[in-house]
Antibody
Framework: EVQLVESGGGLGQPGGSLRLSCAAS????????MSWVRQAPGKGLEWVSA????????YYADFLKGRFTISRDNSKNALYLEMSSLRVEDTAMYYC???????????WGQGILVTVSS | SFELTQPPSVSVSPGQTARITCSAD??????AYWYQQKPGQAPILVIY???ERPSGIPERFSGSTSGTTVTLTIAGVQAEDEADYYC???????????FGGGTKLTVL
């Protein structure tokens, strides 16, 4: 059974940093594209970033403008999102998602809340 | 990048058929995918590759496509189908993913 468990959210300061983690199990992690998707309160889903199975390919939504960095540790079956230069508008639930066949989000974690506020 | 446009809301009575559309603003259109999200829960996939239904998804959920518009159809809507529905696609290189704005399905 695929399991994705996010951690590391919480309160961040504007201009500050936070690191999200996602622990994966139940599938061949090192062969799988992984993504982060977020959802601001009361708003829709928004793709944030993705990373290839090897970690050699990383992809970002245009609106990030280089503020976030996605990475993975295949020895630990872990996915990360380093968030810097945080803005109030980054406040959202962040989901870790298995990107099946590299095209769609077949499995989702339960989400982790990030709140950016002074 | 490209955009996917959905109606903000659709309302149907129990037992009726709900149709939710998703239009792309650019060609060629890649496959579309549909997700259901209930309040306080993570999304779940209900349709993939335009028309395929994952195991465990009821047969009343189906997908179709015509040109650059894809449609999620829920036949014989039940109260439990009340949720937000999102379409999603990716660019042709599979390096950029986009969601539609979401449609709130209300079962009257």
């Amino acid at each position: 059974e695929v399991q994705l468990v996010e951690s590391g959210g919480g309160l961040g300061q504007p201009g500050g940093s936070l690191r999200l983690s996602c622990a994966a199990s139940g599938f061949t992690f090192r062969s799988s594209v992984m993504s982060w998707v977020r959802q601001a309160p009361g708003k829709g889903l928004e793709w944030v970033s993705a990373i290839s199975g090897s970690g050699g390919g990383t992809y970002y939504a245009d609106f990030l403008k280089g503020r976030f960095t996605i990475s993975r540790d295949n020895s630990k079956n872990a996915l990360y999102l380093e968030m810097s230069s945080l803005r109030v508008e980054d406040t959202a639930m962040y989901y870790c998602a298995l990107t099946t066949s590299g095209w769609y989000f077949g499995h989702w974690g339960q989400g982790i809340l990030v709140t950016v506020s002074s | 990048s490209f955009e996917l446009t959905q109606p903000p809301s659709v309302s149907v009575s129990p037992g009726q058929t709900a149709r939710i559309t998703c239009s792309a603003d650019a060609l060629p259109k890649q496959f579309a995918y549909w997700y259901q999200q209930k309040p306080g829960q993570a999304p779940i996939l209900v349709i993939y590759r335009d028309t395929e239904r994952p195991s465990g998804i009821p047969e009343r959920f189906s997908g179709s496509t015509s040109g650059t518009t894809v449609t999620l159809t829920i036949a014989g809507v039940q109260a439990e189908d009340e949720a937000d529905y999102y379409c999603q696609s990716a660019d042709s290189s599979g390096t950029y993913w986009v969601f539609g704005g979401g449609t709130k399905l209300t079962v009257l």
